[in-house]
């Protein structure tokens, strides 16, 4: 391991190996860079943990962990790829700690610089995965019923506060579950919940809301998405906005910060280390096998790898509310859900055919042509809307359906825009345009339907998205192959050794 490590951080892979993250004994850590090297320890404190740096040597790789940074948009915007000595890891004790305690953990976890570009494995101009701050930061828009409404606040959350806070909302009681640390705690929201409510969003009087509608933006910068929401952009996020509080320094996905692990994080409430969904891909330590969850063939099975001591919103809220029911739209985290598109699937029953491309609503026509991933997301997108505007409507798939309890809508557009022309590209604010008139859409159905007074919104994303430097490419396999040492890389950053 300690080959693996000392080829990761070699000088000719410093422009791409931001850090090296290793867990050295149960509850010890150990995080090295090029210019210096931390290890610490965590110990049980209140439902989480008190971290201790033991030794350091050079710079602590993890000394800035202020959620504020590069926030708002003019900041990040004038700081491209920001050099590890003036970028920032939110929660960087947890985000490390807790991958390891996952039976499949890998040995290291090699972390990207910001500017680091996949170019030779058919990467972006936009990039996400790293634990730094605008990678790990999405959007957290809260909103209606039960919500105060505060704007725009300076402070930031973790994605795994999300699930608890909309159970809060919902006015559900607490209960015996375990916490981040382990161990039992008496005012679990969820089976497993490693976040916080953010009570001090909530309004706290009156009767809690009837209906909750969540909505993914995946891969959507936090700060582009204020911007845009803000300049009159994307008016129907702005209306949410309106209606309710944002927090201006973002949600802070969880390590690694890719999609499904972080979809079933905003879900579960809990950490990839806990929740089982470890990555896009890892290696089963105990079947000695390479697991691959996000990617269209593996979407429909994906959650056979959740650890079952976990507990989606889907199955809070219709354990909380019995004869309720949760519907989950183009989301593969889709567990205790009454509707989801891949349970339909895995029934082999039909599901909606998009209509031809040139009556899609919608959809920025100079983009959606020649951009395959734009034009294949805006299909997934319009069908999403589909069943949501069916199954509000009353009727979807020859199916009666009452007004859902929860509603969660996963749009995959922003990704694709974002990941194709980096953050502050003219494709990406397409995709917000597009999405925003989607969610537009959403809202009059509510209203439609009568309960626009007693329905409340949130609105994140799984990760961030930061340009990356196009000249910055290379390989962290190249050093690794060179130095012999016989290896797994997985998801392109968990790398096994002698596996
Ligand atoms: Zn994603």
């Not at 490590?5 to 850090?19: G, K, Q």
């Not at 699930?163 to 919902?170: C, K, Q």
């Not at 499904?260 to 470890?278: D, E, F, K, V, W």
């Not at 891909?281 to 990617?295: C, F, G, L, M, P």
Request: proline share 6%.
């Amino acid at each position: 391991m300690d080959q693996a490590e000392r080829a990761l951080l070699d000088a000719s892979m410093a422009h791409i190996v931001e850090m090296v993250l290793r867990q050295v004994d149960e509850d010890t850590y150990e995080v090295a860079a090029e210019d210096g090297r931390v290890r610490f320890e965590r110990a049980p404190q209140g439902n989480g943990w008190s971290f201790g740096v033991l030794d350091l040597q050079g710079r602590n790789p993890l000394a800035i962990q202020e959620a504020s940074r590069f926030s708002p948009l003019r900041d990040e915007a004038s700081n491209p790829f920001p050099d590890r000595t003036e970028n920032s890891y939110p929660f960087a004790y947890e985000q490390v700690a807790q991958i390891f305690d996952s039976p499949s953990a890998p040995d290291l976890v090699s972390i990207h610089t910001s500017a680091h570009n996949w170019a030779d494995q058919g990467g972006h101009v936009g990039e996400h995965g790293s634990i730094d701050v605008v990678q790990s930061r999405g959007p957290f828009i809260i909103a209606g019923a039960g919500v105060k409404r505060s704007g725009m606040i300076a402070e930031a959350c973790r994605v795994v506060d999300i699930a608890p806070t909309v159970l809060a909302l919902l006015g559900v009681e607490p209960r015996r579950g375990i916490g981040l640390n382990g161990q039992a705690r008496d005012d679990a929201l969820l089976a497993r919940q490693d976040g916080e409510p953010l009570t001090q969003l909530l309004d706290g009087h009156g009767s809690p809301p009837e209906h909750v509608v969540g909505f993914l933006l995946d891969g959507a910068n936090a700060n582009v998405l204020y911007d845009m929401a803000t300049r009159g952009e994307a008016p129907n996020v702005a209306r949410l906005l309106e209606m309710g509080t944002a927090l201006g320094h973002g949600a802070m996905s969880s390590l690694p910060t890719v999609t499904l692990a972080n979809h079933t994080s905003i879900l579960t409430g809990a950490h990839p280390g806990h929740h089982g969904i470890l990555n896009n891909a890892w290696y089963d330590r105990a079947r000695r096998e390479q697991v691959i969850t996000n990617s269209p063939a593996h979407w429909i099975t994906s959650m056979t790898h959740l650890d079952p001591r976990v507990e989606t919103l889907f199955q809070a809220v219709t354990r909380s509310f019995p004869g309720e029911i949760a519907v989950s739209i183009n989301e593969p985290c889709d567990v205790g859900a009454d509707h989801s598109v891949f349970e339909m699937m895995r029934r082999g029953e039909p599901i909606f055919r998009p209509p031809p491309l040139d009556e899609l609503p919608h959809t920025t026509k100079r983009f959606v042509r020649p951009v395959k991933e734009y034009k294949w997301s805006s299909l997934v997108d319009h069908t999403g809307l589909d069943q949501f505007l069916g199954i509000w409507s009353g009727h979807y798939a020859e199916t009666e359906w009452p007004i859902p309890k929860f509603t969660w809508m996963n749009f995959s557009l922003t990704d694709a825009a974002f990941h194709e022309g980096g953050p502050y590209s003219e494709i990406a604010a397409a995709s917000v345009h597009d999405t925003d008139a989607r969610i537009g859409e959403v809202l009059d159905a509510v209203e439609r339907a009568g309960v626009f007074e007693e329905t409340a919104f949130f609105l994140t994303a799984d990760h961030g998205m930061e340009e990356s430097n196009v000249e910055c490419t290379g390989n962290w396999a190249d050093a690794l192959d060179e130095s012999g040492v016989a290896y797994r890389d997985e998801g392109y950053s968990f790398i096994y050794v002698n596996p």
